[in-house]
């Protein structure tokens, strides 16, 4: 079945660095990608997202890379904060049975190093 | 933005016995989700709850199992019915809000609900 995938389980970063986290879907039907954040013991939060009419997308010290043609996501954390130590989920969503769909890839744990 | 919240919050159960998790937003929403997230991995979509209709489950769930309720747009139920060890999980509650541009979806969770089955 389609699925999304991350690349990197695990990332472990010196704060103040800057994070890339990567993702690779796989349904070329998804016209929509989220990034989402989660805390230990919370639900995800979401950070940032950005439309497949689209191949990039900034937000406050975030930045999601699109590239269609490898079916490929990134997020950019730029000056990486103890704060940004979390798991972060990638999300497609298909547009399915009249409404999208969100698909969660397996997620990468940042870790910030002090 | 939508808040959500779950009770309870964590549990723990006897095997053979059945946990409902309530889920509550402070707005009306016409869709709900309930997810899975096992530990350590990501979250599956267990069912789609609409007020007024059955709830929509996604392969691999049955209704018998995790039965939904969605009594009006602000609250649903989901019931984990005869619990076994492998339901332990965190089951979590989600709203999308369409409001942003071209019908786009940004999904909120609650926190969600830490159930070990022993």
């Known amino acids: 079945g389609e699925s999304v995938g991350l690349h990197l389980p695990t990332l472990s970063v010196q704060e103040g660095d800057n994070s890339i986290i990567n993702c690779a879907y796989s349904?070329?039907?998804?016209?929509?990608f989220i990034w989402y954040k989660q805390e230990s013991g919370k639900g995800p939060q979401f950070i940032i997202d950005?439309?497949?009419?689209?191949d990039k997308r900034q937000g406050q010290r975030v930045t999601v890379l699109l590239n269609k043609t490898v079916k490929h996501l990134s997020l950019q954390i730029a000056a990486t904060q103890p704060g940004d130590s979390a798991v972060y989920f990638c999300?497609?969503?298909?547009?399915?049975?009249?409404?999208?769909?969100?698909?969660f890839g397996s997620g990468t744990r940042l870790l910030v190093r002090p | 933005s939508a808040v959500i919240s779950q009770k309870p919050s964590r549990d723990i159960c006897q095997r053979g016995t059945s946990l409902t998790i309530q889920c509550q937003v402070d707005s009306q929403v016409t869709m709900m989700f309930w997810y899975r997230q096992q530990p350590g991995q990501s979250l599956t979509l267990i069912a789609t709850?609409?007020?007024?209709?059955?709830?929509?489950?996604e392969s691999g769930f049955v209704i018998d199992k995790f039965p939904i309720s969605r009594p009006n747009l602000t609250f649903s139920t989901l019931t984990v019915s005869n619990m076994s060890p492998e339901d332990s999980s965190i089951y979590l509650c989600?709203?999308?809000?369409?409001?942003?541009?071209?019908?786009?979806?940004?999904?909120?969770f609650g926190q969600g609900t830490r159930l070990t089955v022993v």
């Open positions: 999300a497609e969503a298909p547009w399915m049975d009249s409404s999208y769909k969100l698909i």
């Open positions: 709850a609409n007020q007024g209709s059955e709830a929509t489950y």
């Open positions: 989600s709203v999308e809000d369409r409001g942003g541009e071209e019908g786009l979806t940004e999904a909120f």
């Open positions: 950005i439309r497949s009419n689209m």
């Open positions: 349904n070329s039907a998804s016209d929509y």
